[in-house]
């Protein structure tokens, strides 16, 4: 053993690379893989080597629980207690960025440490060609946290993936620039038939009430019950300071709409641009030699309330 750091190998998600890449996971490995919301670090969600793995490589808390991603409502039904409304959402928003919080069976071969605990499971259905292929090639559901170091700012990059973990991952899947840019919306289903947005996402609180027909619960679990609910999350390692219309001359500044900057979320104001072009913005702005970041007010509106969600906890 040399003891030297091998590089990650990053390869384009075509049919070979996902292949290799369902090979390596089956083996219990750490593949990083393109979503539409953001890039992630997979491992088969069975295996307690394999979810450890990821802790690892994120250096993330563990009890913060993870995102299990699955092809399907069969596979879903194999893991969680799936009732009227989980159906309802999953046939309006599935493949697609919704995550929901259901009961977990008894009998689902999740490892322990996925659920931090908890009796819950959170459960996506991605979009994603790439990262759909590489379900179903594998035949396991994957567990599969943002593909960067905890607590820092997310991917939407493989380049961003490499910049972040380096050699704690080894293998790379590149399918390009994430269509979403932002993290998916998580929802709780609660056993009283309550519902609760636990973070929010490219789905909004909006849109779920007008598929469930109900408003969600004003009480909120103090608990950490899903991803993206600790108070500082996607930092950039530099103080961050919210809704100002210009810069001072240590900042590097991220503009919106006529607000101009060094770099802007969206010049035309619109708010799935700069969703999706949020977390690039960010690691422009870690790597910019002003030691401050300032950033311009984005309408807490649709999905501009997730894009300011991220902000406020990138600036805590």
């Known amino acids: 053993m040399s003891g030297k750091s091998v590089s990650p190998v990053v390869r384009s998600a075509d049919a070979a690379g996902i292949a290799a890449a369902a090979d390596f996971l089956r083996g219990g490995g750490l593949v990083a893989v393109p979503t539409e919301t953001v890039y992630g670090l997979a491992a088969r969600a069975d295996s307690a080597e394999a979810v450890a793995a990821i802790y690892r490589a994120k250096g993330r808390p563990d009890f913060n629980p993870l995102i299990v991603h699955v092809p399907g409502l ?6 969680v207690q799936l009732d009227e409304r989980a159906q309802a959402l999953a046939e309006a928003f599935w493949p ?7 009961p977990l069976k008894a009998s689902a071969r999740i490892a322990p440490a996925v659920t931090a605990g908890l009796p819950t499971l959170a459960l996506r259905c991605p979009a994603h060609p790439a990262m759909r292929a590489l379900l179903e090639q594998s035949g396991l559901a994957l567990a599969a946290p943002s593909a960067n170091r905890s607590g820092g700012v997310s991917p939407t990059t493989a380049q961003h993936v490499v910049g972040s973990l380096g050699d704690a991952v080894p293998l790379v899947l590149d399918g390009g620039p994430c269509t979403d840019g932002i993290e ?6 609660r056993d009283d038939g309550s519902w609760q947005v636990l973070r929010p996402g490219p789905i909004t609180q909006a849109q779920i009430s007008a598929v469930l027909g109900s408003k ?17 999350h996607y930092a950039p390692g530099k103080p961050v300071r919210l809704n100002v219309d210009s810069a001072a001359a240590d900042e590097f500044m991220i503009g919106f709409g006529r607000i101009e900057g060094h770099t802007n979320l969206s010049p035309s104001g619109d708010l799935a641009e700069a969703a999706a072009c949020l977390y690039h913005c960010l690691h422009q702005a870690a790597a910019a030699p002003q030691p401050r970041i300032a950033v311009a007010p984005v309408p807490d509106e649709a999905i501009g309330a997730a894009i300011n969600d991220r902000l406020r906890r990138a600036a805590a």
């Open 216 to 232: 969600p619960g004003l009480v909120a679990s103090l608990q950490i019950e899903a991803p993206g609910q600790l108070v500082s």
């Open 96 to 102: 697609g960025a919704l995550t929901m919080v259901l």
């Open 184 to 189: 998916s919306t998580i929802v709780a289903l």
């Open 74 to 79: 069969e596979q879903a039904a194999a893991l």
